[in-house]
């Protein structure tokens, strides 16, 4: 067996360096042979003869003691269930190999197996004995805890010998032993490269640690142990304290490092930029010249560094505002950092503690954690979407896009994005549009990150196509069908609220897609006709949406002309009034008729929306409030979020189904007041009465107020009646009492008698 062990020892050094193997016959074969049977890793030799004993955790182990707590047995994984063993959580593992002299990349040194196990021993001894909680002075009950070690960061330490399992190493690409890689969830996440010692290794940890939790790791590091130890002092100041980023010192120094690197151009264009920077206004914004992002890390960010950075350049920035303590935050951070580095060389990206940085997070009104900003110069957007990593990655590449400045397109380049795009602002000058009408045209630009695109043209075809006759002009093309801002006067066209007011209330697409992040902005103060529908029938799906939104067309169409219809009745009712003081000769009626004015306007009648929404993934909520399946079948309902009532029938008692006949038939007799089909509701019966009543004030409001008087008169009526019986019989109103001895003061009643 020795002899069978020396011959597979010597297969494997060869394999990996033949300039370091001797002859068998050499002393350093006999030294190697020593070497190997003074380890004391059962586990290593054993499979040689049967794999049967690394399949499971190391039983024959016995625990060990470390700061006076028990430690089971590292976790030795099984190679032929490697991805269900690692399925949840971090996975710290070394792939482990029967080789003596493996290199280190960064040391000539030749580390020996033996002298690296029980550094591994000890670093995960170490950590799994510490308290990931040192703020509350108090160790968790038991390592089962939720406080404890690992159930706290999810994080696991194991090992993996390549000898029984070396198809799951070759799957894995390990191409050197010992090596070390962090898994997440079953997903490689990335391989430990620096030198192979406690200090490295604990480094490395480190930042996975502050990854997972942001702020649960000591600002200095930790205090490690000396391999092989069995104590060291909970508590203790590192040797070499490690420079983190979340101190505020370390985040400057952090920041000015990203500065130098932003700034990699030549040295005759620092001095010169160097020398301009004196003779500027300080609130004067220059323009991005540098590279953005350079590193691909989220830079943290002082008051000081912020100033420098962000609002005195025109560089973009998304920054996050957090607090360490704040478990969203906590969630949030390892998406942050994917998309740094998924951002890197396009984006800058940075965050702020606000923990440390208050004035600064008062100054920006930051008012809940996290929030998230993105800036351009003295101009910021706050982001509200959902905080997934392909969420975050998706609005960061749209906001550089859009926050470039508004982008010139010709008839040809429209029409390309009208292929793609949804909604598209367009912008109409020609040359006698002034610099104060682009300008406030860019101001634009940040509102409109991940809701449509704002260009500008001055194209002849673009405008005989929309029929523009005076500029400039503001219009939205939806599905190619416009819709124009009606400026009454040219500063309207200047009017930043004004502008953006008409903007969000057209910006969302006919016919948009229902979801987290913009359901309150589609459901609330309107009627909405909404198609629950599947993408796993894709030729259902795509006609039904089709069929939605040729309904939208044709309503949107029909409420456009019966608008007109009715504008054009009040402009002419006005001029029959004018007319007949005119005949009359009447001045004083002839002034009244001039000054009625026309109100009629499209805001103040019911506006219907159309959307869609996706039933399979909103299975839930769509089967708890409207009772659907979308399993049997596409289903439409029309919505009053505002009243707490949907409607999914037909006036004939079927189904409202993705059907332009069916919607349009039904939908006339929703929107009537009061409705002629009976709606369902999706609050109980108190909470009905409530919205019945908001609803009947809302469409009747004199009538209400009436209502409302009268009942305060009633009340106060017979609030007045309770008073004034109260005084007529309560005791000391009016009468003497003399315990029945009234004599002729008793009221008429019986006299004493002889």
């Not at 006067?489 to 948009?512: C, E, H, N, T, Y």
Request: aromatic share 10%; hydrophobic share 35%.
């Amino acid at each position: 067996m020795r002899a069978f062990f020396l011959q597979v020892l010597l297969a494997l050094v060869i394999t990996r360096d033949l300039s370091t193997v001797a002859a068998p016959d050499s002393p350093r074969l006999a030294n190697l042979e020593e070497e190997l049977l003074s380890i004391k890793t059962p586990n290593l030799v054993e499979p040689a003869v049967s794999v049967e004993t690394t399949t499971s955790d190391d039983a024959s182990s016995p625990p060990t003691t470390f700061n006076g707590i028990e430690v089971p047995p590292m976790k030795e994984l099984n190679g032929e269930a490697f991805d269900d063993e690692i399925k949840d959580g971090y996975w710290y593992r070394i792939f482990s190999k029967l080789s003596i002299g493996a290199r280190d990349k960064q040391s000539e040194a030749r580390l020996t197996l033996g002298e690296l196990a029980p550094i591994w021993q000890t670093l995960y001894e170490f950590y799994y004995t510490s308290n990931p909680l040192p703020a509350t002075q108090q160790p968790p009950s038991s390592q089962n805890s939720l406080n404890s070690f690992t159930p706290y960061y999810r994080f696991h330490f194991a090992s993996l010998d390549c000898i029984a399992f070396g198809n799951a190493c070759n799957k894995h690409s390990v191409k050197a032993f010992p090596t070390f890689s962090l898994y997440k969830d079953g997903k490689f996440v990335k391989t430990f490269e620096a030198k192979k010692d406690m200090a490295g290794l604990s480094h490395f940890i480190e930042e996975v640690l502050e990854s997972i939790r942001p702020g649960s790791r000591p600002k200095e590091g930790v205090k490690l142990p000396e391999a092989g130890a069995s104590f060291v002092e909970t508590g203790a100041k590192p040797d070499n304290p490690v420079e983190k980023d979340k101190d505020a010192q370390a985040g400057a120094v952090a920041g000015s490092k990203h500065m130098e690197l932003a700034s990699s151009a030549s040295s005759e264009l620092a001095a010169s930029k160097g020398s301009l920077s004196a003779t500027r206004v300080a609130s004067k914004a220059t323009k991005p010249t540098a590279t953005p992002n350079p590193v691909g890390t989220s830079v943290p960010l002082t008051a000081e560094s912020f100033q420098h950075l962000v609002t005195t350049t025109q560089d973009p920035w998304f920054i996050k505002f957090y607090a360490p303590w704040c478990h969203h935050c906590q969630a949030l951070a390892p998406s942050w950092s994917e998309m740094a580095k998924e951002l890197k060389s396009t984006l800058n990206i940075g965050e702020v503690n606000c923990d440390v940085e208050v004035r600064l997070c008062k100054d920006v009104r930051v008012k809940g954690y996290p929030t998230i900003h993105f800036f351009r110069g003295g101009e910021r957007v706050e982001y509200d979407g959902l905080r997934g990593l392909g969420d975050l990655v998706s609005y960061a590449r749209k906001a550089i896009d859009i926050g470039s400045g508004v982008r010139y397109v010709d008839a040809a380049k429209f029409k390309e994005m009208e292929e793609t795009e949804e909604v598209i602002f367009v912008y109409f000058y020609d040359h006698a549009t002034t610099t104060e009408d682009f300008e406030a045209l860019e101001r634009l630009t940040l509102s409109l990150i991940g809701h449509a695109r704002l260009v500008k043209t001055d194209s002849a075809v673009l405008a005989d196509r929309f029929k523009i006759h005076t500029w400039p002009r503001l219009l939205v093309s939806r599905d190619s069908r416009p819709s124009y801002f009606n400026a009454l006067a040219p500063k309207d066209m200047r009017d930043f609220r004004m502008v953006l007011g008409w903007m969000q209330s057209v910006w969302l697409p006919i016919v948009p897609e229902l979801t987290a992040s913009n359901s309150r902005e589609i459901m609330n103060g309107r009627i909405v006709v909404l198609g629950i529908m599947t993408r796993d029938r894709e030729e259902e799906f795509l006609s039904d949406k089709n069929e939605i939104k040729n309904a939208a067309l044709e309503w949107m169409d029909k409420e456009t002309h019966l608008f007109q219809q009715e504008r054009q009745e009040a402009r002419d009712a006005k001029q029959l009034r004018i007319e007949e003081a005119i005949d009359r000769n009447d001045e004083r009626a002839l002034r009244s008729a001039k000054s009625i004015r026309i109100d009629v306007r499209e805001e103040d009648r019911k506006h219907v929306g159309f959307a869609w929404v996706d039933g399979i993934f909103w299975e839930r909520w769509i089967r708890t409030t409207y009772g659907i399946d979308v399993k049997e079948g596409e289903r439409v309902v029309i919505n009053d979020e505002d009243n707490r009532r949907y409607w999914d029938i037909t006036d004939a008692g079927g189904y409202i189904v993705p059907s332009r006949t069916s919607i349009l038939e039904t939908l006339p007799k929703v929107v009537s007041d009061p409705p002629k089909i009976s709606p369902k509701y999706t609050t109980g019966a108190i909470e009905q009465v409530f919205f019945r009543a908001r609803g009947a004030s809302s469409s009747h409001p004199w009538v209400s107020f009436g209502m409302l008087v009268g009942i305060l008169v009633a009340v106060a009526l017979w609030g007045k009646g309770r008073i004034r019986r109260g005084r007529g019989t309560g005791p000391g109103a009016g009468f003497f009492h003399l315990d029945g001895k009234e004599g002729l003061l008793n009221g008429g009643g019986p006299g004493k008698k002889d």
